[in-house]
C-alpha cells in the first residue's frame, strides 16, 4: 500500500506563509511527477505546481512567483513554499504523485487526503 501524507496546512493572515510537506510511503520503486493541486469551496480541483523526476516544474499562473515547489527524491517528499498568501488562496491542497511499485510495474497515480489552508484577510 502507498500513501500520501500532506502536512503543514492550518489558519495564516493574508501576507503570511506555510510550508507544505507530502511524504509518500509504502511499497515505492520510483516517483516519477509529484504534484499539488487545491480545491476551493464549490470550485473544481486545480493544479497548482508540479515537479518531475528531473526536477522540472510548473506553476499556475495564479501562483507563478508565490509558491515554490521542491523535493527530496530521498525522502520521498514534496513540499510547497507559499508565501505573500491571499484569501484566494483558502482551499485544501492535495498531493499527488505517479508512483512505479516495481521495476517492471507500470505507472499509478495516489493522492493524499487533503491539508486545509485558510488565509484570512
Known amino acids: 500500500q502507498v500513501q500520501l501524507v500532506e502536512s503543514g496546512g492550518g489558519f495564516v493572515q493574508a501576507g503570511g506563509s506555510l510550508r507544505l510537506s507530502c511524504a509518500a510511503s509504502g511499497r515505492i520503486f520510483s516517483i516519477n511527477t509529484m504534484a499539488w493541486y487545491r480545491q476551493a469551496s464549490g470550485m473544481q480541483r486545480e493544479l497548482v505546481a508540479r515537479i518531475t523526476g528531473d526536477g522540472s516544474t510548473n506553476y499556475a499562473d495564479s501562483v507563478k512567483g508565490q509558491f515554490t515547489i521542491s523535493r527530496d527524491t530521498a525522502k520521498n517528499t514534496v513540499y510547497l513554499q507559499m508565501n505573500s498568501l491571499k484569501p484566494e488562496d483558502t482551499a485544501v491542497y492535495y498531493c499527488?504523485?505517479?508512483?512505479?511499485?516495481?521495476?517492471?510495474?507500470?505507472?499509478?497515480?495516489?493522492w493524499g487526503q487533503g491539508t486545509r489552508v485558510t488565509v484570512s484577510s
Open positions: 499527488y504523485a505517479i508512483i512505479k511499485l516495481s521495476q517492471s510495474s507500470p505507472t499509478f497515480q495516489y
